[in-house]
T-cell receptor, first 113, second 113 residues
Framework: SAVISQKPSRDICQRGTSLTIQCQVD?????MFWYRQQPGQSLTLIAT?????????ESGFVIDKFPISRPNLTFSTLTVSNMSPEDSSIYLC??????????FGPGTRLLVL | GDSVTQMEGPVTLSEEAFLTINCTYT??????LFWYVQYPGEGLQLLLK?????DKGSNKGFEATYRKETTSFHLEKGSVQVSDSAVYFC????????????FGKGTTLSVSS
């Protein structure tokens, strides 16, 4: 398994500002994933982040709005840019372990006013 | 495309009742199947998984069997507890390294004493 931490755990932000979410893993992993969970909804994949290459974004998500960094095999950041109330969600980082199971961080709860 | 369909919730049960949460999937090839649980205010935890047809995943009294012929992976527990109250997500992953999960919409379970 993998132990994943995220910072911040929650935040309240003003519209028009940006927030960077950090994801730290206790072991080296190749693939990291960022998901969004809107209130009362399921998880939607935002992008896949591979170390040393550009992130791959899903339909409906763009790099200008959700820039991602992956500087090494244990860390990634997701920035939510120019936020609006519609960005209020839980943002979750996950990794694929050696057993090919995905493990999730505790999530970052974002409220945009 | 690949997809997961879960029974609509919420599911409300009394303690010690039998639980079934239905999950069916559509996928090309032979996906791996998962059940994740999200307790209030927390991230997702892997509950159980199955990687090939007829496999049975089990954990904490929960079970699910990978049925290829009916494309199903129903979650069952013989006697639920109040502490099982959570949101349960069925998910699949096509069997390719580094592929993200596809989630169902989630089923909320509420158990009363």
């Amino acid at each position: 398994s993998a132990v994943i931490s995220q910072k911040p755990s929650r935040d309240i932000c003003q519209r028009g500002t940006s927030l960077t979410i950090q994801c730290q893993v206790d072991s080296q992993v190749t693939m990291m994933f960022w998901y969004r969970q809107q209130p009362g909804q399921s998880l939607t994949l935002i992008a896949t982040a591979n170390q040393g290459s550009e992130a791959t974004y899903e339909s409906g998500f763009v790099i200008d709005k959700f820039p991602i960094s992956r500087p090494n095999l244990t860390f990634s950041t997701l920035t939510v840019s120019n936020m609006s109330p519609e960005d209020s969600s839980i943002y979750l980082c996950s990794v694929e372990g050696d057993d090919r199971t995905q493990y999730f961080g505790p999530g970052t709860r974002l409220l945009v006013l | 495309g690949d997809s997961v369909t879960q029974m609509e919730g919420p599911v409300t049960l009394s303690e010690e009742a039998f639980l079934t949460i239905n999950c069916t999937y559509t996928a090309t090839g032979y996906p791996s199947l998962f059940w994740y649980v999200q307790y209030p205010g927390e991230g997702l935890q892997l509950l159980l998984k199955a990687t090939k047809a007829d496999d049975k995943g089990s954990n904490k009294g929960f079970e699910a069997t990978y049925r290829k012929e009916t494309t199903s992976f129903h979650l069952e527990k013989g006697s639920v507890q109040v502490s099982d109250s959570a949101v349960y997500f069925c998910a699949l992953r096509v069997n390719q390294a580094g592929t993200a999960l596809i989630f169902g919409k989630g089923t909320t379970l509420s158990v009363s004493s």
